[in-house]
């Protein structure tokens, strides 16, 4: 969500930056994340990490990140979460659309 979808009476957005660790490269793991974040109406991004883990960055109201993060413990049906690393940081609202990035760390 950028600053100029907000409107007065929307809960403040919020920042989520998550590292997922486990069995979460090879299972569509970047591909239902933005399923879930698109349909949760969130804006940001998801990639693979070169040690394995993805890694996303997601803002919008809270309740829709803190959706997010649940499916991110869960993950998709063939991922297996061992545990996730959260980090609130202050919206930038620098995002249009949530998107897959390809280029790793």
């Keep these: 969500m950028t600053r100029a979808e907000w409107k007065p009476g929307m809960e403040d957005p919020v920042r989520l930056h998550a590292i997922v660790h486990g069995i979460v490269q090879g299972v569509n793991f970047r ?3 933005r399923l ?3 349909a949760l109406g ?3 991004w998801v990639a693979n990490r ?3 883990t993805v ?3 997601a ?3 809270r309740p829709a990140v803190e959706a ?3 499916f991110l413990r869960q993950g998709p ?4 979460v061992d545990y996730v690393e959260t980090y609130w940081e202050k919206p930038t609202g620098e995002f249009r659309g949530f998107r897959i990035r390809y280029e790793v760390d």
């Design 59 to 61: 803002e919008g109201p």
């Design 31 to 33: 591909y239902y994340t």
């Design 77 to 80: 049906p063939a991922a297996r």
């Design 55 to 57: 890694e996303v960055v």
């Design 42 to 44: 969130l804006s940001g």
């Design 50 to 52: 070169s040690d394995g």
């Design 36 to 38: 879930r974040a698109e």
């Design 68 to 70: 997010l993060l649940d």
